[in-house]
Structure formats: structure tokens, C-alpha cells
């Protein structure tokens, strides 16, 4: 593997340890030990939860490319994937307002399971069963954890600024170390060991069963509105009514919709972008490289959230410098010369991109526990599953759209779609700060 990988990956390493190693007492926050228990918990949880997802990660497209199938037939189980999580989403997300978060979050564990057992079979119709469940899953992953914990940690009686401390710590290992480590250990399995591309999925319904037991034997369960009165149709009118009626809300669910859609259409991408003439790169290693970007940018959140800086103020500046690095792709398709020869390493275009990428997915770090932050201050909390998952649709339609294109468009035109709804989630985040003035 070239030093160039290991340089990357280093000089991140240095910079995130400096910045975690030189925390002052200004970015800690004294709390209490039944707080600090509660947390370590949620924590221990949320990161055998993402490591079940992240294992995942560096080898679905890779492992679907080594059952024979084309980026069109790729594209369409992505879709599948994520039209699941359109259809099927909202419906769960509701549920778990209605019949407890701790029970969707126990459906989560189950349902990614029988995704991961999927991916042992090269039939195309057993891996669209797969890409719809762990679609379902997706939704709850993103809805019912948080919302349990909003909800458990109010009930406590904990003060409400402690959650940030909570949000920014699961995303620092949950987004970070967890993540790290999963690609590198399913780079182990996959390739040092010889166990081949499914290998990390069967790792990853283990970590979901262990999770699992420790929800059930150590979690209480909280509801959102949980009266007799209200159906299904009843919970989505009150979801739809609080984002009609609140403008705070509807803006928030449009950031979340654009940075997410991109988001999720940059993990598509990003392998075919780095390697376009079929270039030999360490899947493992570069997703292990993405995360420890995302580790910088959950520290770096951790600090600002820590002093208490306003949100919707720095957010902007975040979704900005992620327009940017999304368009790289397009900048170096024009100024850098391509090699039409097949094979061999990583291209100077290709370096640079993944330098650009790695700022994009600090980004990312930055994100996650800053709108979980606007979150739990404007969503109400009886239909707050639901309203998370309405934020979702529009993202899942969005990526569909993009996948189901995949071949009428250059990679570069959708790198730029992706840039341009980044520059619109700035715009939108402004509007959100005077309204929060």
C-alpha cells in the first residue's frame, strides 16, 4: 500500500489526538456521576450499533460488484435500499412514538441481522430483500436511538445541557473510533485474512446481537404519545401539523434532507471517483481514513458546543466548506489529466479528491452532533420519531432519484448536484439563525 495513504491517515491521527489531548477546562463541562453513568451506557450501545452499520460500509459495493453485477444493477439495490427507508420509514418511525423506542430499537437489531445474512447469497432478488430491510433499519438507526435517549434523559431529570455532551461523545466513537476500527478490521477479514468481501457483514450481526442484549436487559422504555386515542393517521397529522405550523422545523428538516442526501450520495460515489480506470486502492483503509475525518470534526464539535457557541451560526460556515470540497471532483476532471490505462495506483486527480473528501467527511463529524443539538430543542417530543423520519423522505427521494440516473449522468454532474444542494443547506441554515434571533 502507498505511503501516501499512510501519511494521510497519519496527520489526521496527530491533529485529532493534539485536539482531544489539549481540552481545557473551557470545553469540559462538570456533570454528575448517575449522568455519567446513563451516558456510558447510551454510548456503549450506540457504538455496537454503528459498529454493526460501519462494518458494512467499505465493502457493499464492492462485494455486490464481486456477485457480477454492473453499476446500473448496484445502483438499483441502492435504491431499493434507500426507498425502503422512504416507504417504510416514516410508518416505523411513528410506531415508535406509539409502541415504545426500546422496541424499535431491539426491530433494528433484528431487521440489519437478516440484512447482514442476505449478503451470504449472490441472488439479486435475496439481495434486494436485504437492501430493504436494512433500509427499515436505516430509519430506526436514525430515529429511535435519539429519540429514546431526548426522552430518557428529560426523565431523569438531567440538565438539558448535557445532552450535547452526550451526542458529541457517541458521534467521537461511535462516527469515529468505532468506525476506524470497523474499517479496519473489516479490511482484516476481507483481504489480510482471506475471509472475502461477506466476511465483515457476518462481524457485523455479531455486534448487533450483543447490542441487543444489553438494550433489553438494561434499558427502560419511553414512548412519544403513547394514548389509545391516537392511530397511526393521528400520529402523522400531528408530526405534519408541528411542521407546517412551525417554519424553525420545516427549515430544519430541509438542512437535514439536503446534507444528508448528499451525504449518502457521496457513499455511493467516492469509490468509483477514487478509482475510474479500476485503480487498485485499500477500500478498508480509505473508509478508516473517512472516519478518522469524522472523529476531527466531532471533536472540533465537542469544543464548540462545549462553549456554548450558537449552531446555527458555525453550521453555516460548515455546509459552505462541504459545497466546496463536493466539487472538487469536477475542478480536477477539468485542470488534472486523466491516464486511460487500466489498473495501477491511485491517480494525482484521485489524491487530491481524497484529500477533499476527507475535509468533506470532517464535515460530517461537525453535522451530527450539531443537528441531533437543533433537534431535541425544536422537534416536540410526541411525535418526534415520526418528524425525524418525515425529514427523511425527501433525502431518501432525493438519493433514489440520483441512483436510479446513474448511468445518464457523468459522475462529475453529480458531484456537482451534490455541491449545489450544500450551498442551498447554507442559505437555509442562515434563515434559520434569524429566526432562532
Known sequence: MEVFYYVVFGALAAVVAGLELGKSGKDRVATTSAFNSFKNNYVLVYSLMMSGDWLQGPYVYYLYSQYGFDKGDIGRLFIAGFGSSMLFGTIVGSLADK???????????????????????????????????????TSLLFSAFESWLVAEHNKRGFDPQWLSITFSKAIFLGNGLIAIVSGLFANLLAENLGFGPVAPFDAAACF??????????????????????????????????????DEKIALLGAIQSLFEGSMYTFVFLWTPALSPNEEDIPHGFIFATFMLSSMLGSSIASRLLARKLKVEGYMQIVFSISAVTLVLPVVTNILVPTSSVKGGSISVGGSLQ?????????????????????????????????????????LNLFVCVVLYNVNAFPITVMFGMCSIFLFMAAILQRRLMKHKK
Open 99 to 137: 409502541q415504545g423506542r426500546k422496541r424499535a430499537c431491539i426491530t433494528y437489531c433484528i431487521s440489519y441481522i437478516l440484512s447482514c445474512i442476505t449478503k451470504h447469497s449472490p441472488e439479486y432478488r435475496v439481495l434486494m430483500i436485504g437492501r430493504i430491510l436494512g433500509g427499515i433499519a
Open 354 to 394: 481524497l484529500l477533499g473528501f476527507c475535509t468533506f467527511e470532517a464535515c460530517v463529524g461537525i453535522f451530527w452532533p450539531s443537528i441531533m443539538k437543533m433537534r431535541s430543542q425544536y422537534i416536540p417530543e410526541e411525535a418526534r420519531s415520526t418528524i425525524m423520519n418525515f425529514f427523511r423522505i425527501p
Open 208 to 245: 448487533l446481537a450483543i447490542g441487543m442484549a444489553i438494550i433489553m436487559s438494561s434499558w427502560s422504555e419511553n414512548y412519544g404519545d403513547p394514548s389509545e386515542s391516537k392511530d397511526l393517521m393521528a400520529q402523522f397529522k400531528v408530526a405534519a401539523k408541528a411542521i407546517a405550523s
